[in-house]
């Protein structure tokens, strides 16, 4: 049901369903940014990747994952590329502690690899965070507090001095902590939580306070990250506040500057890219968007997408089936078959025109040219898949794409002729079953339609011999019940089976395909033209001899011609009879 005008009210009984909508939420003001530049940029570099499938995606799930459930997902995330792994929140929970000190302790993080943490910004939770990273060759300590509005007033009931300070006392006492081991190399990361709903001008003294406290500098940057906590306006908005931070905040050559959208109005990844244009360097996210209500920005989409725009984006997507499968083993969620690039269906066509032109496009498509392909964005190869799966056929279906499983699967072409017929016949199959037709279904429908052996003349047997008169073919029929043979001579042995069936008919195609399947053999389709009424008929047979399925097509073709003429095979096995 469509959302109702602001002036209406919905009413269902005694309960009034919704009111004008912007007497309870307010709209998001614009920043105020009129020489923006993010609009005229294109992406022409990845962004530094985090994973945060271990903590942010951990904590959304049913079930949290255990310590071996985990190793498994974060070996896969260094397998995919991720150098940046936000493996838990230590100071959360035992588990979490747990299997940050395996990761050190098992010497299981590769040596390309940072692991990090996240800390609330409160110094019992920071110490025992540390504590977890003690001995890591390298590692993030990720503190945050929130500051907006409505976290200031209702959560913390503190005033914007009084929550800078948490944060400013927090990065202090980070970077006490971590002086104190100097065997590890630290890298110091704050966000103001909740920074898509707070005033800019008060998130950059926040963050500015920080970074100083931090002690940041060119040469050891700290992380500044930019979290759409509640995605809380339209990406473009998003964008402009990033941009502000990249212009307005102090000391930005000492500043990595991250995002960490969410999806709560669906636009996590046009938010993400719109900031990276903006000026960020660094996303966080998950691989297939999990995390908190609608989830983090998904990575995966994020990720192809520039792959897609020619932009290498440092992560191994080659083999996306089995990143998808292990994920969803783990996480025990599902991915949706309709999932950007890596869904079940989103290299599948069903619609006829659309088949039709991804087979074409299939065809013309030249290895040594860039992609383009109708309705893929992506060859699917790139990413695992082949092309059995690209179409499928059901009652929306049209002759493209039954030409495409019987290529793909069995690697028969037919004419166009004959494809026309057997796609009506499979379009009845699939309205009269109302499922998904399949390759070895169309194939049946084939073997029905053009092999079944039903014809009032059927072929049974041949003798041939070649001579320097030509060469003389002696056929073996059923026609209409009754055993009937028939000789004739030719310029070739298909020329003289023309003479021996009454030579009415004159051969204009002939073509032998190799059939790959089980029981295999040589599909031969033909088409004849009859002599008299010009009619034009195709047929084929199928054999391990390629003569014999010559000349079961040939017989079939006759058959079709002479049940379609005004005699009849009676008439056909009259003249059979006299020649005997």
Known sequence: MPLAPASVVLTFGETEMLEAPQQKYRPFAPVNLTDRTWPGRTLQVAPLWLSTDLRDGNQALFEPLGVDAKRELFDLLCAVGFQEIEVGFPSASRADFAFVRHLIEHDAVPDDVTIGVLTPARADLIERSIEALAGARRAIVHVYNAVSPAFRRVVFRKTKAKVMAMAVDAARYVRTLTDRRPETQWILQYSPETFSATELEYSKAVCDAVIAAFGATET????INLPATVEAATPNI???????????????????????????????????????????????????????????????????NLYTQGVSPGLDFSRLDEIAHTTSRLTRLPIHPRHPYVGDLVYTAFSGSHQDAIRKGLAAQRPDRPWDVPYLPLDPRDVGRDYQAVIRVNSQSGKGGVAHLLEAHYGIV?????????????????????????????????C??????????????????????GDYMRLHLVVDGQAVCCAGRGDGPLDAACHALSGAMRLSRHEEQAVRCQSGGTLVIVEVTGREDGRVVTAAGLHESAMTASLEALVRAWSGLVSGAEAGPRAVMTRFAADG
Do not use: K
């Open 414 to 446: 037919l004419p166009r002729r004959m494809l026309i017929g057997l796609s009506a016949a499979v379009q009845a199959r699939a309205d009269e079953t109302g499922c998904e037709i399949t390759a070895s279904d169309i194939w049946a429908v084939f």
């Open 220 to 223: 050891r940057p700290a992380i």
């Open 238 to 304: 998003f964008a402009d506040q990033v941009e502000w931070m990249h212009r307005h905040i102090a000391r930005r050559e000492a500043v990595v500057l991250s995002v960490h959208p969410h999806n709560d109005r669906g636009t996590a990844v046009a938010a993400a890219e719109l900031a990276l244009m903006a000026g960020a360097e660094r996303v966080e996210g998950c691989l297939f968007g999990n995390g908190e209500r609608t989830g983090n920005v998904d990575l995966v989409t994020l990720a192809l």
């Open 448 to 469: 029905n339609h053009y092999l079944s052996g039903t014809e009032m003349i059927r072929y049974r047997g041949h003798e041939w011999a070649a001579g320097t008169g």
